[in-house]
């Protein structure tokens, strides 16, 4: 299946600013509701085939897991032993759903909030927390897991994920390169200039935008007036407009635009209309720009309990798998507060490794500066 390259494809209803806020539409992709009703969809159905209620609760159990890590990194931050978290609270759908359907040899870039999907990629625990606790310059070696490191600075992965796809395309592989990234990162030129990259030389890339409805303490209806998936079209870049809370939807609207990536037909622009339910990171305080009203409306569509209610309704979620998953989420939880406490401040001159991957004189006389200075404290090595 390839998806039309026109613009307006599978967008929202009017362009509205309800309908930019809202996940359900009449062209939004939606296959389960929030009150658990799996809905039928010609266009998507075929990619979802293959998941019934023994696979759909296996993506119910990343769900859980994920969102019980999120709440021990954000525990850990408040008692000071991270120094930031930025939480995927209530977003947990659209990140396993897209993160299982990426083959192993595709390549993730993302921005600093994809927790979900380096779990799906197989990052380790405690390298989820690395560099937030400050003892290292990133998480894990991309190369390990195909996946970059979490790039802070806003949409830039996008233009790396644009040239990582034109390297596979260069090696004639079938691999797809997928970038993450927030509905702020949509207004940044990067964006654009990723988008026009991509559609140029049809390169198999993805671009999946959460759209969380906030850039930080801005709402999305500020920067869009209509929904951001009309964007990528006016760059030659079809679109999806998919309900961000729905992990079957994100799953067969995810395999859908990999398979257009593989097949030779370019780039896809995924909207996932999803919403942070906690804060920006744990230095922000959403209750100063946020009505507790909208939290409360959007606890209603929450992207686990759809899957709990469909999975009951089925008969496939008794008290004891229930019990089960909390108690393998729990000891997750565990596992990674544990990792976390042991880890241990770097030597002060590992600042200066891997800096280039060759050696270079001006990084060689800055250890050594470095390296004297130290010496003049007590213990000679800045300690």
């Not at 389960?32 to 010609?42: A, F, K, Q, V």
């Not at 470095?370 to 800045?382: A, I, K, Q, W």
Request: hydrophobic share 40%; charged share 25%; aromatic share 8%.
């Amino acid at each position: 299946m390839t998806i039309d390259n026109q613009p307006g494809v599978h967008l929202g209803r009017d362009g509205g600013l309800d309908d930019v806020r809202l996940p359900a539409g009449a062209d939004t992709v939606q296959l389960l509701t929030p009150t658990g009703e799996r809905l039928s969809d010609d266009r998507y159905d075929a990619w979802v085939s293959d998941i019934g209620p023994d696979q759909l609760l296996d993506l119910y159990e990343d769900m859980v897991v994920i969102r019980r890590i999120d709440a021990e990194a954000t525990a850990l931050q408040r008692q000071g032993e991270l120094g930031l978290w930025p939480p995927l609270l209530g977003q947990e759908a659209s990140q396993i759903g897209s993160g299982r359907a990426l083959r192993s040899d595709d390549f993730v870039f993302s921005s600093y909030r994809e927790h979900g999907v380096a779990y799906c990629r197989g990052a380790g625990l405690v390298d989820l927390l690395r560099v937030w606790r400050g003892t290292a310059q990133s998480g894990w070696n991309p190369y390990d897991i195909n996946m970059a490191t979490p790039q802070v600075i806003i949409g830039a992965q996008t233009l790396h994920a644009t040239g990582y796809a034109l390297g596979i395309q260069a090696d004639g592989t079938d691999a797809v390169a997928v970038a993450y990234f927030g509905d702020g990162a949509t207004s940044e030129g990067d964006v654009s200039e990723a988008l026009i990259f991509a559609a140029t030389y049809a390169a198999p890339v993805v671009f999946f935008c959460q759209n969380n409805q906030y850039a930080i303490s801005e709402p999305v209806g500020l920067q869009a007036q209509r929904p951001i998936a009309e964007r990528a079209p006016g760059f030659g870049v079809p679109s999806i407009r998919v309900d961000g809370n729905d992990v079957l939807a994100v799953l067969a609207a995810s395999r859908a635009a990999l398979d257009r990536a593989r097949s030779g037909g370019g780039p896809t622009f995924i909207e996932a209309v999803t919403y942070r339910m906690g804060p920006h990171t744990t230095a922000d305080d959403p209750t100063r720009y946020r009505d507790p009203s909208e939290l409360d409306e959007w606890r209603g569509r929450d992207p686990i309990s759809r899957v709990e209610a469909y999975l009951d309704a089925q008969g496939r979620l008794d008290e004891e798998r229930l019990t089960s998953i909390h108690a393998k989420a729990d000891a997750v939880a565990a596992e990674m507060r544990a990792g976390c406490l042991a880890l241990r401040d770097p030597e002060p001159l590992t600042v200066f490794d891997n800096v280039y991957a060759e050696p270079h004189t001006g990084i060689a006389r800055q250890r050594d500066h470095y390296s004297r200075y130290l010496r003049t404290f007590v213990g000679g090595d800045g300690r």
